[in-house]
């Protein structure tokens, strides 16, 4: 493919981003038209449309063509599937509660520590080291230079290396120099 069909497949695929976002965004203030088949058929309409991106009014005009093939859901079913799931989500929250209630103070600590997500970056399995990709296992490791280790060490830590090389953390006690007079 050359450059300017590149181009060309990378805006066509932005635009129709741009489409599905002022579809969703559009479709939200109308959850009775809410399908795949008043979809398709509101994108079929618009094909001429979708080529330069769809706006709003665009999607009011074809709604009004369209009227008479469109499913609409009756007023009475989307308030019924908004209030089901508002309760489906109200139970999860009360099982949640129920089930952090029941726990001591020591389990809730664990359980909030546990929950929140480990924002330290992971050593990758390989690095790039003078052009080349090099499997960061503990023989490779060994052997970087000091400059690429010293950047490893800064990025992901001394303890995510350690691991890799297999060494174990040891723990110092000090001590204090009136044992040694």
Request: proline letters at 4%; glycine letters at 4%; aromatic letters at 4%.
């Amino acid at each position: 493919m050359s450059l300017k069909q590149d181009q060309e497949k990378i805006a066509a695929e932005r635009l129709a981003v741009e489409n599905q976002r002022v579809y969703t965004s559009w479709i939200r203030l109308h959850p009775e038209l809410s399908c795949i088949a008043n979809e398709r058929l509101i994108f079929g309409y618009l094909d001429d449309v979708v080529a330069v991106g769809i706006t709003e009014p665009d999607l009011e005009f074809a709604v009004s063509q369209l009227s008479n093939r469109l499913a609409v859901k009756s007023a009475k079913s989307v308030a019924k599937d908004q209030a089901d799931e508002l309760a489906e989500r109200n139970e999860a929250i009360q099982k949640e509660n129920q089930r952090k209630l029941a726990m001591s103070t020591d389990e809730l600590k664990a359980d909030i520590r546990a929950s929140k997500p480990n924002l330290t970056p992971q050593l990758p399995e390989s690095w790039r080291v003078n052009g080349e990709t090099v499997a960061l296992t503990a023989e490779n490791i060994k052997a970087l230079p000091a400059p690429v280790l010293a950047k490893l060490m800064r990025l992901f830590g001394t303890d995510a290396l350690n691991d890799r090389l297999g060494v174990q953390k040891q723990t110092y006690v000090a001590q204090s120099a009136k044992g040694y007079l």
